[in-house]
């Protein structure tokens, strides 16, 4: 009797499963700056944070000294992290338009296993969080996953 009133499992689209991955990952990406800001507020500190590390280590850059040759490996790796930030964050911006869903529910059909299993493992993120190396790890690995599974969307 009870069983008819069962409720239905919803069905979680890969809109919302890409969705919930950008989120945790930016949320992660942000994890140092305080809460109380807006979460695209955090979004915006983090990117000029970044923005001024890269001025500030190309600027110091000389390939004669060790130290000149560690701060134009440092521009580099803030450049790559500004990139990636800026890319996941205008990404993110797209999936919080409800009226984007089925255009993008489309557009990522072809990746939905691939997105499917990655949404697998950010819900089950605790297995790879048990130490801040390992944790790195895993949100690079699922920063690039999802960069690659919705490479094709611009």
């Known amino acids: 009797m009870f069983g008819i009133f069962k409720e239905s499992e919803k069905i979680i689209d890969t809109y919302e499963q890409v969705s919930f991955i950008l989120k945790y990952l930016l949320t992660y990406e942000l994890k140092d700056l305080p809460i109380r800001y807006e979460f695209w507020y955090r979004v915006a500190i983090r990117q000029e944070e970044l923005r001024t590390l890269n001025t500030e280590h190309r600027a110091k850059i000389t390939m004669t000294t060790a130290v000149g040759r560690f701060h134009k490996t440092q521009y580099e790796v803030t450049k790559q ?17 409800e009226e984007e869903r089925e255009a993008l529910n489309h557009r990522l059909h072809f990746q939905k296993e691939a997105i499917t299993e990655l949404y697998e493992h950010v819900q089950n993120k605790e297995l790879y969080i048990y130490s801040d190396s390992v944790q790195q790890q895993f949100w690079d690995a699922v920063s690039e996953d999802i960069l690659n599974a919705i490479a094709h969307l611009d």
């Open 81 to 97: 992290q500004l990139a990636k930030l800026e890319r996941l964050a205008d990404i993110f911006k797209s999936f919080c338009i």
